[in-house]
């Protein structure tokens, strides 16, 4: 055993791919390793735990995890060479979809651990220490594995927060209602709570996440007005919003499904929830939406927008969109470019088509050319990205509210977010960190707008 780690414990290096809700999922296995000893590391070199937390919605991700384990393979033989030892778990969507395989193709992996396993990991981690055998743990239990973490350390003003997991969806090309399971709702009370904890500890904005996060449902608190009654994501971001010291809510993913008008109309009323909305779309053409099971038209989902925007003018929509689905035409395509030019995105994700085993997707005839997929995907992306430029442009002269998360790159620099979730770089002091203030918008640089800050009462004028 090196000095340095007899001097300060064990530590835990952690590789999180994918989205939020890994970020989130990440950030809460390593507190509850802080009371086993465990310090968070930034490199995989001289960790005695390494967890790779693992995402399966494309090939090319679920294929970086055994890259990965390659490189790790060499490191756990180099540091066994000196007798020591290093323990390797995957996490997340691979773990669960692909468990046993895991430990087939890769038999330094010492465990293996699903998303709704990870409350687990102490208990695990003994027994890899105990057993020689690899380690499987990936069964299905929400609830148990929210009531059984530990308090949330804050780490920054802004923070994740999960209220929901899972999706009955059913999209025929997306893994994720196999490796995450049915759709579960954290109750009101778990939720006000960990935002209550994050706000004391400084958190300003919180972002709620879910697979589909506006499918949340739960029971009115007992001795609340609406006692007895079911709640929507609208009422909880309500409720919410009265937590002490917080002054952002966020929340993605939405489904158009279940975009109802409760949670459309605290979007106008209610001034803590942020105007940015991340509405997947997937296609525009009619006959592609019903091929993915979507369960709303093109037409739908633009009168929703309409809504929406009713309701929220200033609103900064954001989108996924996958395109080369098979059975996807030219003329299939253009109707995505035509939805694209209908919305008008402040920022979107677009992807070309994986093939995912298991999904009803995977045995469909028609699946497109990947030469086709590309090209199909570069028109995309630069109309998305014309409209992003765009909206970022327009903030040219505005004064922003902007929540300042972290140091810039140069001295005196902090980065911040708008309301719009736009990045913004500003020269402010270090004691700003955390805090939320006007800045004027100056310029636009291709992946963040930069400006100056504004002293209260200019920015009244
Ligand atoms: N191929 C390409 N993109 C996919 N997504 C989900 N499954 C696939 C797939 N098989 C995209 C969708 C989803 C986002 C998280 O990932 O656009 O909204
Ligand atoms: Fe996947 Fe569709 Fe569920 Fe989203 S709604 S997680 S794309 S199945």
Known sequence: MTQARQKHGKSVFIRTYGCQMNVYDSERMAGLL??????????PDDADLVILNTCHIREKAAEKVYSELGRLKKIKTARASNGDEMVIAVAGCVAQAEGPEIIARAPMVDLVVGPQAYHQLPELLARAARECGDILATDFAVEEKFDRLAERQA????AFLTIQEGCDK?????????TRGAEVSRGVDAVTAEARSLAAQGVKEITLLGQNVNAWRGDAPAGDAGANSLWG???LCRHLAKVDGLERIRFMTSHPRDMDDGLIAALGEEEKLMPYLHLPVQAGSDKILKAMNR????????????????ARPDIALSGDFIVGFPGET?????????????VQYASAFSFKYSRRPGTPGAAMPGQVEESEKNQRLARLQACLEAQREGFNRAQIGAVLPVLFEKPGRHAG??????????SVHVDAPQS???????????????????????????AAA
Not at 34 to 43: H, N, R, S, T
Not at 155 to 158: E, N, Y
Not at 171 to 178: E, I
Not at 330 to 338: I, V
Request: hydrophobic fraction near 45%; include cysteine; charge should be negative.
């Open 413 to 422: 620099q902090l980065i911040g977010r708008s309301p719009y979730l736009q």
């Open 233 to 235: 994501l609208g009422e």
């Open 34 to 43: 802080k009371p086993l000893g465990y310090g968070v590391v930034d490199a």
């Open 432 to 458: 700003m960190l955390g805090s939320i203030a006007p800045v004027r918008i100056e310029d636009v640089t291709p992946n963040a707008l930069a400006g100056v800050l504004v002293r209260k009462a200019e």
């Open 155 to 158: 780490d920054g003003p802004a």
């Open 170 to 178: 059913f999209c025929t090309f997306c893994v994720v209602p196999y």
């Open 295 to 310: 369960g709303h038209t093109a037409a739908t989902y633009i009168g929703q927008i309409a809504k929406i925007r009713a």
């Open 330 to 342: 030219n003329e299939d395509f253009e109707a995505t470019l035509a939805l694209v030019e209908a």
